[in-house]
């Protein structure tokens, strides 16, 4: 089945950095287009960051743009979120996510903090 296990959050002052990563298993992760997204308390998620199959095509929503950069290891099955430069406001929990049609899949997620 469909596997996606987060890593790498934690607490840090803002300006600080974090490298999330996820463990993907279960699905084609060489072939697929995979994404982040986030959820702060009491709200909706959020999408933050795609990545193309092949690790060159890149998107980002503007809230992190020029902050975080979204990476893979398809040979590892392995997403990577370097956060860098982190603001109070990024406080959530992070989630990568995939779409294996009909279902969009979540991990567990990984909290990430941004507090002095």
């Known amino acids: 089945e469909v596997q996606l296990v987060e890593s790498g959050g934690g607490l840090v002052q803002p300006g600080g950095s974090l490298r999330l990563s996820c463990a993907a298993s279960?699905?084609?992760?060489?072939?697929?287009?995979m994404s982040w997204v986030r959820q702060a308390p009491g709200e909706d998620p959020d999408w933050i960051s795609a990545?193309?199959?092949?690790?060159?095509?890149?998107f980002y929503d503007n809230s992190v743009k020029g902050r975080f950069a979204i990476s893979r290891d398809n040979a590892k099955n392995t997403l990577f979120l370097q956060m860098n430069n982190l603001k109070p406001e990024d406080t959530a929990v992070y989630y990568c996510?995939?779409?294996?049609?009909?279902?969009?899949?979540w991990g567990q997620g990984t909290q990430v903090t941004a507090s002095s």
């Open positions: 279960g699905f084609s992760f060489g072939s697929s287009d």
């Open positions: 990545i193309r199959s092949g690790g060159v095509v890149k």
């Open positions: 996510n995939v779409l294996v049609v009909p279902h969009a899949y």
